[in-house]
């Protein structure tokens, strides 16, 4: 098993601003693991707000394949698993470890996880949605265009309980497409939250994500009794072990691979989410396709799937799952631009 590393920094299409603020790039390492005639890709992206940066997961995956000698994906899975801190450096190595083992087994990773109790034919992927960060009315009809363009029949609005009016109003002036929103924590009382959201069902939004701080659970159960509108935890719900804390103050989860460590204890989060009854949204980070595809192998099991990420930046190294008609749709990844190597 050969390991490489390669760092690369992500460029947005449009500046990012969401109610923690505006950027313009994303840091990301890719892991290109190789094993007879089979290369599997992960990638780890490195937004600032989080602690874990190029050089931290590069240190953090030399040490950790120093110490294995096999060259059975078993036996790195074995190791890795177990693995509680650097989550963006596992999950990188989790999922090129998934795309690594689907290429040798000859299936597809929803297969070899088998997803529900589907097989592949009947998979059946979920509506994505297309993000539209805080913005000026010219900038929010530019991003309109562009996930017309590729096909989102859903948009997710950012909010940041300043121009939340404003943002919506634009919106409906500018399509009649559904759309949820993610306030990003940027609410500060129920009594604002409930407000809000009868307002917007009435305007067509169909779900709100992280309405209030992360820790207000408390909150959350008094806004849960009383919203019109299902209410997902993205940053409330980081791993497995949040969930059973959020069954009384949110209705669904927002799962990212990058919060909890990669496509294995994503499938574990699907499945006591499910068991639980809660909703589940497939996100991510700033990701570019190799994030994404293998975020979307995870998603005939979501309500939703928020893996939008390939299509927010204009140099990506890959290609990979799209979105048909408003749906997700599986290719297999494709690497078209060089990056340099670590
Ligand atoms: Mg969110």
Redesign the pocket.
């Known amino acids: 098993m050969k390991l490489s590393l390669y760092q690369y920094q992500l460029q947005f299409k449009f500046p990012f601003r969401i109610a923690h603020g505006v950027r313009s790039h994303t840091d990301v390492v890719y892991v290109k693991l190789e094993h007879e005639n089979f290369i599997g890709w992960g990638e780890a992206t490195l937004p600032p707000y989080l602690p874990e940066t190029q050089k931290s997961v590069s240190e953090f995956l030399l040490e950790f394949s120093k110490n294995i000698s096999s060259n059975a994906v078993e036996d790195w899975f074995e190791k890795l698993n177990p693995v509680q801190t650097n989550l963006s450096a596992k999950a990188a190595l989790d999922m090129a470890l998934w795309n690594l083992k689907a290429q040798i087994e000859n299936k597809t990773i929803g297969e070899l996880l088998v997803v529900g109790d589907n097989t592949n034919n009947g998979f059946y992927f979920p509506m994505g949605t297309y993000t539209i960060g805080v913005s000026s009315f010219d900038e929010m009809k530019l991003k309109i265009e562009e996930g017309n363009k590729y096909g989102f029949e859903i948009f997710k609005i950012k909010l940041d309980g300043e121009k939340d009016e404003e943002q919506i109003r634009n919106f409906k002036k500018l399509s009649d497409k559904k759309f949820a929103v993610?306030v990003?924590q940027g609410w500060k009382t129920v009594e604002e939250a409930i407000g809000k959201i009868v307002w917007l069902k009435e305007e067509g939004c169909f779900l709100v994500?992280?309405p209030l701080d992360k820790n207000a659970l408390d909150e959350m159960k008094l806004l849960k009794q009383k919203s019109v509108l299902p209410l997902y935890a993205?940053?409330s719900c980081q791993r497995l072990s949040d969930i059973e804390n959020l069954k009384d103050s949110f209705d669904g989860i927002?799962i990212k691979l990058m919060k909890c460590g990669g496509i294995t204890e994503a499938n574990q989060m699907i499945l006591k989410a499910r068991e639980l009854k809660m909703k589940i949204l497939i996100?991510c980070m700033s990701e570019s396709s190799v994030g994404c595809t293998a975020a979307a192998h995870l998603t005939p099991l979501a309500d939703y799937a928020d893996l939008d990420g390939s299509y927010l930046i204009s140099n990506d190294p890959f290609s990979g799952m799209k979105i048909k008609e408003g749906r997700i749709q599986l290719n297999q990844l494709v690497q078209s631009h060089a990056m340099t190597l670590l």
């Open positions: 993610d990003n994500e992280q993205d940053e927002n996100g």
